[in-house]
């Protein structure tokens, strides 16, 4: 099943009086539990696509499908019904709240599911921040932990809504190699234990390496076929 189809997308965004034709007219197929890389040098259109996959913009054409559902047609309130429950981001600059605690990061996009008791939200807390191996970490601030331990946060914080597709945009870029690679190889437990497709964002060719697909954009147009890669043809 493709948790995620692209059909004909262009995007444009208006600079003053100029037209930035983002993305031209980009078709993907995304299966279920993809663990994929979008590649390209920056300025590509990278972001533009992670934002429409997103939900957090609409596409200036072409049509966008998640978990089956045709976007385009909905409410925003129906957007974020959706984006709430099915998808969740990561970030390159971590983006926590620096006056929550780790545990308090984590369970605050949890507050909007009304159905989750104090009891629920609690035991997913301790549930996620275990995944990421932070629990001796639940009371620390973001400013006392380190770069990688904020991003392990940032990840059970995406987690703990129980998301079909994680959306991360340059995820290791602020962090050095050794911390970057453990970044990555949590990820892709997450993604072989829970069958949570990723979809990241990265111009770093080692980075490129651990992915399962790799989709190459250019200028706003795919330019890498989006097959799927096997061993040999991986960089
Ligand atoms: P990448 O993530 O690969 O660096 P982006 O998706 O951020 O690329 O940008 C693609 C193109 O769209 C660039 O030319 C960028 O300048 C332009 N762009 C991105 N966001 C906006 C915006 N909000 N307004 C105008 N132009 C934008
Ligand atoms: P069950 O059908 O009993 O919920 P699952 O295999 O779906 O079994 O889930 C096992 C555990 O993993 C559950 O505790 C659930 O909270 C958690 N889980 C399931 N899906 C996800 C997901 N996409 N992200 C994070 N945790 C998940």
């Known amino acids: 099943m493709n948790i995620v189809r692209i059909e004909n997308v262009c995007k444009e965004y208006s600079l003053g009086e100029q037209q930035v034709q983002a993305l031209q007219n980009i078709s993907l197929n995304i299966e279920n539990g993809a663990f994929l890389a979008i590649a390209g040098p920056s300025g590509s259109g990278k972001s533009t696509l992670l934002n429409l996959i ?7 054409a072409g049509k966008i499908y998640i978990n089956g559902q045709d976007i385009s047609g909905k409410t925003p309130d129906e957007l974020s019904d959706l984006r709430a429950r099915t998808i969740s ?5 971590f983006n926590l709240f620096p ?5 308090e ?3 605050y996009p949890l507050l909007q599911f009304k159905e989750l008791s104090t009891k629920d939200r609690s035991e997913r807390v301790v549930k996620f921040l275990d995944i990421v191996g932070l629990s001796r970490f639940s009371d620390h601030r973001p400013n006392q932990l380190s770069g990688g331990q904020r991003q392990r946060v940032a990840i059970a914080r995406a987690l703990a809504t129980q998301p079909k597709i994680i959306l991360a945009d ?35 060719q080692r980075v490129m390496a651990m ?5 190459r954009i250019e200028d ?16």
């Not at 997103?54 to 200036?60: A, F, K, M, R, V």
């Not at 147009?221 to 960089?235: F, G, V, Y």
């Open 170 to 204: 340059e995820p290791t870029a602020n962090l050095d190699h050794k911390t970057g690679d453990s970044i990555l190889q949590l990820m892709k437990e997450i993604n072989c234990h829970f069958k949570t497709t990723f979809i990241f964002s990265t111009h770093d």
């Open 99 to 103: 006056v929550l605690s780790a545990e």
């Open 89 to 93: 981001f990561i970030f390159q600059t």
């Open 220 to 235: 706003g147009q795919i330019t890498l076929p989006n097959i799927e890669l096997d061993e040999e043809a991986a960089i």
């Open 54 to 60: 997103g939900c957090i913009d609409t596409p200036s």
């Open 211 to 215: 992915a399962d697909r790799l989709v």
């Open 105 to 107: 990061n984590v369970e």
